[in-house]
């Protein structure tokens, strides 16, 4: 019973923060923290015990695959050079910055403890800072190296964070056993979430019922992450691989109902994943703060402010030089090369907000060594990490719009122009295949020329997203929204005078329902 009243607990804040963000037009991760962190303050608050793993394996499994199933592969491929210097080496770079400088202060941790403290900070969450970039207009290629960084960071930051683990448990470690264990579980966990994704796109294709696709899309990541755990490699790349590989072949195999059903699955699960796992951690700070009692309130802020700066800073070292270092290198190679926009460096260096995976590594970690004894500095360790979060969230989350504004990047229409062409040509398509079915059945042409003003006005002519609006499609669009209401009070008043049955109701209620987010 407390397990379900604190569950109930739990999603009704993180409703209450959601709808909180979205009145004062904040990324939702950002309440979320700090709404745990309040949460953390209150006295006696009842402690949940559960076991640490199994926040990696409910939690991660569907956020990352979601992640990878939304990223482009084409863009992906185009910009695998800065995705890759971010996503390992950036991720390694902090890993060791971090490390040093926890063991700096406090000399007591292990070296292996600080540098699982790194592996857990290292990886950047884009979840806070693509919901600002795109609402701003940022250029499209900053948000998919972002977006490519945060996916294949998790993996590369979860693939040491386990190396460093198994250091500590075992009080051993050897850099040259660790880089070939790094690289062979990499390549086992790639392999297995690519076989698995062709797997599962060859059973798709035979099931032919949404609500059994969506089910068995459910499992792929949590069977890819499994698979992949079971034969010791990596679950998380294997996740990665998997849901890469499906989306690039979703279009082609998924039928509108799935995807409009799955769609709203998917959203709705990462949701409240997000926020059980930023709440659950607050309610979980009172008992580390509890256990932190060797330390005081202004060595424990020291503390974390002395990491946040580290990995902040870090990233600014790591991505300006790193930009520069194909030109530096080779030169004449490169001259024609495009000089990397500093004002876009500077966007990429201080989107460094950490979120969802960060927590749940920080929660995963082992309460206890094999002999028994408990794990060295993971009370601090899970409080550092809160800290670097929500510092950084709070931080740097608020201070990116202005941060853009006053740089003056964004402005590009790149999108726009796409949706306009893709738009025309999908028309042309659509009314080619009108007067060749008429041809064919030897019909009269005007018999579709309703159908063909139809397809003309489907998307009247610039009301693309990002373009200009004219009077007139303002006009027409008040129009459609005020059809669409009278439509549904009109539905409405039949159904409860029971001139209707619910049935009827329910499918009119879905047409208008799509009618109305087309708009």
Same mark, same amino acid.
């Given at each position: ?11 009704? !804040?993180? $409703? ?7 009145? %004062? ?11 745990g ?6 006295? @006696? ?13 409910i ?6 695959? *979601? ?13 695998i ?16 910055a971090?490390?040093? $400088? ?10 292996a ?39 294949? @960071? ?12 198994a250091? =500590? ?62 034969l ?8 990665v ?8 072949? $979703?279009?082609?195999? =998924? ?12 959203n ?5 994943? @997000?926020?059980?796992? %930023? ?13 932190l ?26 991505? %300006? ?23 876009e460096l500077?966007?990429?260096?201080? !989107? ?15 309460a206890?060594?094999? @002999? ?13 990490? %809160? ?6 969230l =709070?931080? *740097? ?5 202005p ?16 949706? *306009? ?13 009108v007067? $060749? ?36 499609d303002?006009?027409l669009?008040?129009?459609? !929204? ?11 008043r ?13 499918? *009119? ?11």
């Amino acid at each position: 019973m407390l397990l379900l009243e604190l569950v109930l607990m739990l999603m009704i !804040c993180a $409703a209450a923060l959601s709808w909180l963000a979205r009145q %004062f037009k904040l990324p939702y991760p950002i309440a979320l923290v700090v709404g745990g962190a309040l949460l953390g303050l209150i006295p @006696n608050l009842p402690q949940f015990p559960f076991d640490p793993q199994l926040i990696l394996v409910i939690v991660l499994p569907p956020v990352l695959y *979601q992640a990878a199933l939304l990223t482009s592969w084409t863009d992906f491929k185009t910009h695998i050079r800065p995705i890759s210097l971010l996503a390992i080496g950036l991720v390694i770079a902090t890993t060791l910055a971090v490390g040093f $400088a926890l063991k700096f202060m406090v000399p007591s941790v292990p070296w292996a403890a600080a540098f699982v403290l790194g592996a857990i900070v290292s990886p950047p969450d884009a979840v806070a800072a693509t919901s600002i970039l795109s609402r701003l207009n940022i250029p499209r290629h900053v948000v998919t190296i972002l977006e490519g960084e945060s996916l294949v @960071n998790d993996a590369s930051g979860l693939v040491i964070y386990k190396l460093a683990i198994a250091a =500590v448990l075992t009080g051993a470690f050897s850099l040259a056993e660790a880089s070939a264990q790094f690289a062979l579980v990499s390549a086992g966990g790639l392999v297995i979430g690519t076989v698995l994704a062709f797997v599962y796109i060859a059973i798709h294709r035979r099931l032919h019922d949404p609500f059994i696709e969506v089910i068995a899309v459910l499992t792929i990541p949590y069977t890819a992450y499994i698979a992949a755990e079971s034969l010791h490699v990596s679950g998380v790349l294997s996740i990665v691989a998997a849901g890469l590989v499906r989306g690039r072949h $979703a279009p082609a195999i =998924v039928s509108a109902e799935m995807r409009i059903m799955a769609r709203s699955v998917w959203n709705v699960l990462v949701f409240i994943l @997000n926020s059980l796992i %930023f709440i659950l951690i607050g309610v979980q700070m009172s008992g580390v703060m509890d256990k932190l009692n060797p330390y005081s309130l202004s060595e424990l802020f020291m503390l974390g402010s002395v990491i946040t700066l580290v990995a902040v800073a870090v990233r600014f070292v790591w991505v %300006f030089p790193v930009a520069y270092l194909p030109r530096w290198l080779s030169g004449s190679l490169h001259e024609q090369a495009p000089k990397p926009r500093n004002r876009e460096l500077a966007i990429i260096s201080w !989107c460094g907000m950490r979120g969802i995976v960060s927590l749940a590594a920080a929660l995963a970690l082992p309460a206890a060594l094999p @002999n028994g004894e408990p794990f060295p500095a993971r009370d601090l360790i899970i409080f550092i990490t %809160f800290f670097v979060i929500a510092a950084s969230l =709070v931080g *740097q989350g608020l201070t990116l719009t202005p941060l853009i504004r006053k740089l003056k990047v964004g402005a590009d229409w790149s999108t726009a122009e796409e949706q *306009q062409r893709v738009h025309a040509a999908m028309r042309a398509a659509a009314i080619a295949a009108v007067d $060749a079915h008429l041809a064919q059945a030897k019909a009269p042409p005007e018999w579709a020329n309703e159908l063909r003003m139809e397809i003309a006005n489907r998307v009247a002519p610039g009301v693309a997203e990002g373009a200009e609006h004219t009077p007139k499609d303002a006009l027409l669009w008040q129009l459609r !929204c005020a059809t669409i209401k009278a439509e549904r009070k009109e539905l409405i008043r039949l159904w409860r005078g029971n001139e209707i049955s619910d049935e009827v109701m329910r499918h *009119q209620e879905e047409v208008l329902d799509y009618r109305e987010a087309q708009l």
